[in-house]
């Protein structure tokens, strides 16, 4: 049997990825695999394409767009943080999706100024960062709230135009 993490936008087509918190215009925002920086989320466009040059130049435009409204999102409901990283790689995963990172004051200075990608390989792998659904469930259900919210005004803005 597949696996949602085999066909990440398949399996939220089909209802089956725990990881969605908001379906944005151009994209999925979801909560990512990995927790060791609370809040830290990806974005998935809604068709699998191997890299943001293969969209149209609109849909390349709307998806950067959600990829700022998801940082938006997760700046707010991870508060206080001293800056976003955001990564569009497609090197290990070779489909477009954009990873977006709260960095916070205690992370050591010296972390602070590398990329997310140097932290240890346990940060990635270990079961203590591995996201479950029960002890993440205020950070992402605070960011989906804060997506949802930012969706409908961005439909009434752009209604009222």
Wanted: proline share 6%; charged share 25%.
């Amino acid at each position: 049997m597949q696996s949602w993490q085999d066909d990440r936008i398949g399996s939220i087509e089909r209802g089956t990825n725990p990881t969605l918190l908001a379906r944005l215009d151009a994209g999925y925002a979801v909560i990512a695999d990995t927790q060791f920086l609370p809040g830290y989320c990806v974005l998935l466009p809604k068709r699998p394409v191997g890299q943001l040059n293969d969209l149209p130049i609109e849909e390349r435009v709307a998806f950067l767009k959600d990829m700022t409204v998801l940082g938006d999102a997760i700046a707010e409901a991870c508060a206080p943080v001293v800056r976003l990283n955001y990564d569009i790689l497609g090197n290990a995963d070779t489909y477009l999706h954009a990873h977006v990172f709260p960095r916070y004051a205690w992370e050591s200075p010296e972390r602070l100024r590398l990329p997310t990608w140097l932290y240890p390989s346990e940060c990635w792998t270990s079961d203590e960062y591995r996201f479950d659904r029960e002890r993440y469930c205020a950070v992402r259900s605070s960011i989906a709230k804060i997506l949802r919210g930012k969706t409908v005004s961005m439909t009434d803005a752009a209604t009222s135009l």
